[in-house]
């Protein structure tokens, strides 16, 4: 895929793997508006999904300008297909309990807190200002998946169950997040970007010390692994949401403001 | 303090009745009863709204939409808590949401069926909320009166976001505008509603709406405040190029105001008895996001009873 | 909605109708292939949803020839936004258990049956053919609701309260069914078509009879009850049945061939 | 008859075994294996182009996708049928499947991404499994054989149609261009490993070929119809205008046969222990389905014994 179907531009390439994270990650966040366990919840998991769009749309703007293309958020966000995300299976995963929503989101936060800390220093100056602005959101996120995986693991009997069961089923989805590929590769030598391979020990220590303080068990080793977000393989799970997301925009061609 | 005259008198002079002081028990349920069904509206109308997140046409109007669907949220807290200073708990009135004791805002029963709606309840369905929560910050009970101020603030960026959506789509395709004209007509006279059946002349026997003015809970009568919503929205209507649904409705110079034609409240009570288009999906909705969240705040509660229970034992 | 979106032919307007119903009922019913109770229902809905969809397609090409857009079977189905969809709500409400799906098909095959009972006669010869054909098919489709509400209903004690909630559940959306229209007056006083209000005590009483049978009971009047979708006004279900079932399609605009 | 000599005898002379025969039971073992998985195959493969139906982008395309499910579920049945016959019933098969102690084609745990992947599953999946079935119409296993007549039959048509779908794309935009090559790119590799791991030259030591073409169950090894396969295949790829991906592709004058690269097993049997991408989901959505029906059929079984008693209860 690398070859055919992605920006030339190394950059613009590393550039979408992190938009389309946070942009697909938004997309299943806002489905809980309005179905959260408790109001409270609605308005931190609403400001997550607001502080993820805005990473989201500030690095495609980035990317419309670097990929020669000339595509503004929008034309990237709703006019491209499928195979042309380059999101991890992590975040476009359906939309489970709350037990899995926090699980997946400590992995998410736990690895963008440790992208973000590094992409500071990137040579490319807008991704450095956009992670110096989601440092500050992310160590947010981080903290309240925090708070509710200790909560939910050392709370009832029912909900350490239920918070095991959901990290279990995560488990799979983890490893992604922390696999080169050749475009990670190739950024990180550039001074752009960083390898995912050397944010798994930190993230993964701080998910491990909130799993222990929460009574709860690290995964075994799933079965099954997760891959192929990045070059655009995704889950059966995507072209559904991609349907939603893009619809109402595709619908109308010739609009040129909303 | 402590003597029933301190009510009447902080009334009358136009005061502020706080939580410790004393009140009447009449006065008491009925702000408990208004202030819950105006938590439950905020609680229940993110769902309309809600709906469109997922499906914004820009990422812009997106992040827009996501914010005020949260703000909602956050209405619904501050009103939950004024509630809360007259000795009921959340729980409690969410019970009662749930269980049909307590109503909500009857305009969320009809559904959001294009993306304009979005921007016809941001203009016209925040318009006329604002048009009756604009005199309640100056309510007589302090804690509804301060949490009114505050949504209020919200509100009315809510409808200038409303508008200029709508705005928007008043300048794009010919489908865009044929989508906010369509929007128009489906939401004008359920806004027009939102004020209440009439109150005034003949109507003004039996209602609460005297007793609620001389407890200062009200200040203006229904059909006064849907006056002033048709005389603020119809120079609106025009500036976005949009005909409203009402062959009736034309300015009146000797009243000073808008005539418009009569409303249908046939229409009105029996959406409001639960033959409208969406009340059994809101109340599953919220029902079943409630259920399904009920683990998650028993362990939340028994992490807190455990936390508290710690500290206690470190110190003992 | 008639004076300003629907097409301004009454015939055209009328079948529209009936295509609607037929074309968004095959999406609900394609949602159960591989989904269903035992293997033999996959194929016995598979084969529903396939009539259906044949009728549709007839009739929206026949649409297409009499509104003077020169639409075709897809430009009507996949490139129509919701207010122009004219289906009952019946149609488009989200699949529920296989009790719903069996009381939907017993409510709109019934329906189906009297209608095309009257409709061999139409004017328009092309409605009459499709007509002439779907009576066979409905014939089936009526009784092969007609015999899983009587194994549901007289089966075990809890198939019997399933059954019974799911006849309740519908019931709301029954009356829209039998509902005239401006439209429908004006195909009947042309001899095109006929008033759905005639067919009422036919299907009612077919209903009953089944329901009888099942032991169980016709529900009472509902509180509430569906309008509307004649005129394009939609459950919020249906614009996210038209983002899944027109999303590839609108996604490739200078697509002239599939 | 119900002498031990009438098996060999059979098989020996290409005659069929039928049910009411007596034949050893390693045979019949590895038939209903066989047939079991077979089926399995046919209903887990109903997933990934049932995830189309909805989304087909034709109406004429959703009815023949629609009609092509329909048909591997009436195969499901055939072969449950024949497995039926040596002695064993759907609903235990089935708990196998749902169990995990028996597999169906693991080519089915692979996710359809876009549109052309319904084509290609057409084209390259079934044209596979016809390859492996068509011999299997002459199996020495007579209800088994017939089964695979009918099924071979639909099977060499939905592989036309797929066909027919990814030439509509060939003659397409750019785009469908792209998504045909994509899928091509996707599905080459997978579809070889359909004809299971290498079972000539060395590798024929301690396989289950060399026994079951004995008794005439198989009739060709592995790599043989792989063979067969890659040389039917590569012509179509070129009608199509398509690169398969596989740098090692060419014609062998000398062999008269295609040359083609290195197969990647341990992709092959990583995906079949479990770890392929949709391993997990095709089995939790049979489970789900059925448990979901498990009232359903427990209904229509209670239904069936009612009515039968009623009847004796007349008789009586």
């Known amino acids: 895929m690398d070859k055919t179907i992605a920006p030339a531009d190394v950059t613009a390439t590393y550039l979408l793997g992190l938009a389309d994270d946070a942009l697909i990650y938004t997309q299943r966040l806002g489905e809980w508006m309005s179905r959260a366990p408790q109001i409270e919840e609605d308005m931190a998991l609403g400001n997550i999904a607001l502080d993820l769009l805005g990473q989201a749309r500030a690095l495609l703007t980035r990317v419309g300008e670097l990929d020669g293309t000339g595509r503004d958020e929008d034309a990237l966000a709703y006019l491209r297909d499928e195979r042309e995300f380059r999101n991890v299976h992590l975040v476009e995963r359906p939309r489970g309990d709350f037990g899995d929503e926090m699980a997946r989101l400590l992995w998410f936060s736990s690895y963008q807190f440790e992208l973000y800390s590094q992409l500071t220093s990137s040579t490319d100056e807008v991704l450095a200002g956009v992670a110096a602005k989601a440092i500050k959101e992310v160590t947010y996120h981080r903290d309240h998946a925090t708070q509710w995986v200790l909560r939910l693991g050392d709370g009832t009997p029912e909900s350490h169950a239920r918070m095991q069961a959901a990290l279990d089923r995560v488990a799979p989805y983890v490893d992604e997040l922390f696999t080169d590929t050749a475009t990670d590769e190739a950024a990180t030598t550039s001074g752009v970007g960083v390898l995912p391979s050397q944010l798994r020990s930190a993230a993964t220590a701080y998910v491990r010390s909130v799993v222990d303080e929460a009574t709860l068990a690290m995964p075994a080793e799933p079965r099954r692994r997760a891959r192929g977000g990045r070059d655009g393989i995704h889950s059966q799970a995507m072209g559904y949401l991609l349907a939603e997301m893009q619809h109402i925009h595709r619908s109308h061609p010739d609009a040129t403001t909303w | ?316």
Not at chain 2, 48 to 73: T, Y
Not at chain 2, 182 to 202: I, K, S, V, Y
Request: glycine letters at 8%; aromatic letters at 10%.
């Open chain 2, 1 to 316: 303090r402590g003597e029933g005259g301190d009510f009447e008198r902080l009334v009358s002079t136009d005061g502020r009745v706080e939580p410790r002081d004393e009140m009447p028990d009449a006065y008491r349920q009925t702000l408990i009863r208004q202030i819950a069904q105006h938590a439950h509206s905020e609680i229940i109308g993110m769902q309309p709204e809600g709906n469109w997140i997922s499906r914004a046409p820009s990422l812009r109007r997106k992040a827009i939409l996501l914010a005020k669907v949260q703000d909602e949220a956050g209405h619904g807290l501050y009103l939950y808590s004024a509630a809360e200073t007259l000795g009921v708990d959340r729980s409690e009135l969410l019970d009662k949401l749930h269980n049909g004791q307590q109503k909500y805002s009857s305009i969320f029963n009809y559904p959001t069926l294009t993306w304009a709606d979005v921007g016809a309840i941001g203009w016209l369905v925040d318009g006329a909320a604002i048009m009756n929560q604009v005199p309640l910050c100056r309510c007589s009970y302090g804690p509804y009166a301060r949490a009114m101020i505050r949504v209020c603030k919200e509100e009315s960026f809510h409808q200038r976001q409303g508008f200029e959506l709508l705005w928007t789509l008043s300048r794009g395709t010919e489908r865009q505008r044929a989508m906010l004209q369509d929007a128009a007509n489906r939401w004008w006279w359920p806004a027009l509603m939102m004020f209440g059946p009439p109150d005034t002349g003949e109507a003004a026997k039996g209602g609460h709406t005297e007793q609620s003015m001389a407890w200062g809970i009200k200040r203006f009568s229904n059909d006064d405040l849907r006056q002033k919503f048709v005389d603020m929205t119809v120079p609106q209507a025009d500036k976005l190029g949009v005909t409203l649904p009402d062959p009736d409705l034309r300015w009146n110079a000797e009243r000073g105001h808008y005539d418009f034609g009569p409303i249908d409240w046939d229409e009105f009570w029996r959406v409001l008895k639960g033959d409208g288009p969406c009340n059994e999906e809101r109340i599953a909705h919220r029902v079943s996001a409630h259920e399904e969240g009920a683990w998650v705040r028993e362990a939340a509660s028994a992490y807190a009873d455990k936390l508290a229970s710690r500290s206690t034992g470190a110190v003992a």
